[in-house]
């Protein structure tokens, strides 16, 4: 068990991991970490990098040497790179695009889940909410608790679509559907810390579940699991 108690959500892409993270960590007073952010800023220094020398050691080293951290801001902990805040570059198409590749590299995931443990051996006792797809069964198999979040491909699509662009056309939901599904066959081949539901972990199915009702079912099983750490709700 980790010295900071860790709440993982794990799910398939798009399914609203760091949204209902984010939310469940502001309800219970908690810090929020995607670790989806670190394999971002990860794919985002690969994308600096000339197409030939994206190699995992390369782009680990890259990383180091740009100041790939993160740092506590707004409740959350969240990759600066270059000394800035990364998130407006990592969520770019082009790193969209490759950082299915860039996480699946064994070298890349080891980097990532050792500042993941470093959060949590010291975040100062202050519980982690982390959302990610492996983080309850590779990276703290011990935690606390463990939620999957899911919802079917066409649900997730047209939530990402409307998000991206305010609207959900039946003919770009069905290509961005797709492209989910086969995301969703990349992640869960692939041969390192492929994504999958932990044993012990509790499945939120939101194809049909509105985003309050989703936050507020976490919440409660933390409360449920945890009373002692949960403090007044603020969700």
């Known amino acids: 068990m980790p010295a900071t108690p860790v709440i993982a959500i794990d799910g398939p892409s798009a399914s609203g991991k760091s949204t209902t993270a984010a939310a469940v960590a502001r309800a219970l007073g908690f810090l929020h970490l995607d670790s989806g952010a670190l394999y971002r800023g990860l794919t985002a220094v690969a994308l600096d990098l000339p197409p030939g020398d994206r190699g995992a050691g390369t ?45 699946a590299l064994a070298p890349v995931r080891a980097w990532v889940n050792a500042r993941l443990a470093r959060a949590a051996a010291h975040g100062g006792g202050r519980p982690l909410v982390i959302d990610g797809r492996d983080i309850g069964t590779a990276v703290f198999p011990d935690s606390a608790v463990k939620v999957f979040l899911t919802a079917s ?50 499945v939120f199915d939101t194809s049909a579940l509105g985003f309050e009702a989703q936050v507020g079912g976490i919440v409660a099983l933390v409360r449920g699991r945890l009373p002692h750490l949960a403090g007044p709700d603020k969700f």
Request: no cysteine.
């Open 59 to 103: 782009i680990v080293r890259s990383a180091e040497a740009r100041g790939l951290v993160l740092r506590e801001a707004g409740g959350a902990l969240v990759p600066f790179l270059d000394g800035r805040d990364a998130e407006p570059r990592i969520r770019s198409p082009e790193v969209t695009a490759l950082v299915s590749d860039v996480s």
């Open 153 to 202: 491909p066409e649900v997730r699509a047209q939530r990402r679509l409307r998000q991206r662009t305010g609207r959900a056309d039946p003919g770009d939901v069905a290509r961005e559907a797709a492209l989910l599904a086969e995301r969703d066959l990349r992640d869960s081949t692939r041969a390192v810390a492929p994504l999958r539901r932990a044993d012990d972990a509790v």
